[in-house]
């Protein structure tokens, strides 16, 4: 009798290689014959499961969105502030894992720019992320923990600029934001918008 083959569990295993390959050495350090050798296939045999480099980094790249939106998941069940500082938290890059989602998201950012697809579905994420941002900052705001006039569209495009560049500065300037740093600037964040 034939061998079953779970294709699901082989694509699902080139995508982590692939993940594993851009995490070391950037999305050049991926190539097809890279990834074929480091996943135990022939080169062309990637190609039943991902016909182009492409397709392969997109699926890559939800891997990487995937993990960002199940660390969200943290603030359901919360509400107002305590929702908002549990999201700001875990999306930070304050651990090996989320610096790695970084280093992989980093390389993504720059494919995206020439891959309107890959920038379209990162539009999507981002534009839900912005969503759930606001809809916690107007919670907090009504149940009075949110003090600032600052408007709450300036506070949610304060908050996406402070994770993006913690996320870029952790990989290329990682002394000038540390975790400590990085914690501090979200604190500084919540005090300034929760003070009369």
């Known amino acids: 009798m034939p ?3 779970d294709h699901d569990e082989r694509r699902a295993h080139i995508v982590e290689v692939t993940w594993g390959l ?3 050495g950037g999305l050049e350090a991926a190539t097809m014959r890279e990834i074929a050798e480091a996943a135990g296939f022939a080169n062309g045999a990637l190609k039943r499961y991902f016909p182009s480099k492409d397709v392969l980094v997109e699926a890559t790249f939800e891997r990487a969105l995937t993990m960002v939106d199940t660390q969200v998941d943290v603030s359901a069940g919360q509400s107002g502030l305590e929702a908002l ?3 700001c938290s875990v999306t930070m890059p304050l651990d090996t894992k989320r610096v790695t989602a970084g280093r992989v998201l980093l390389a ?3 494919m995206s720019l020439s891959n309107k697809r890959l920038h379209d579905r990162y539009l999507v994420h981002l534009k839900a992320w912005r969503g759930l941002l606001t809809d916690h900052i107007r919670r907090a705001r009504a149940e009075g923990d949110i003090r600032t006039p600052v ?3 300036q506070l949610v495009d304060e908050l ?3 994770h993006a560049g ?3 500065m952790s990989l290329v300037g990682a002394r000038y934001s540390t975790r400590k740093l990085q914690k501090a600037h979200l604190e500084a964040f919540f005090d300034r918008i929760t003070s009369a």
């Open 3 to 5: 061998k079953v083959i």
């Open 160 to 162: 996406v600029l402070l």
């Open 22 to 24: 851009i995490m070391r």
């Open 85 to 87: 500082r549990a999201l």
């Open 108 to 110: 993504f950012w720059e």
């Open 166 to 168: 913690a996320n870029v």
């Open 151 to 153: 408007p709450d569209a």
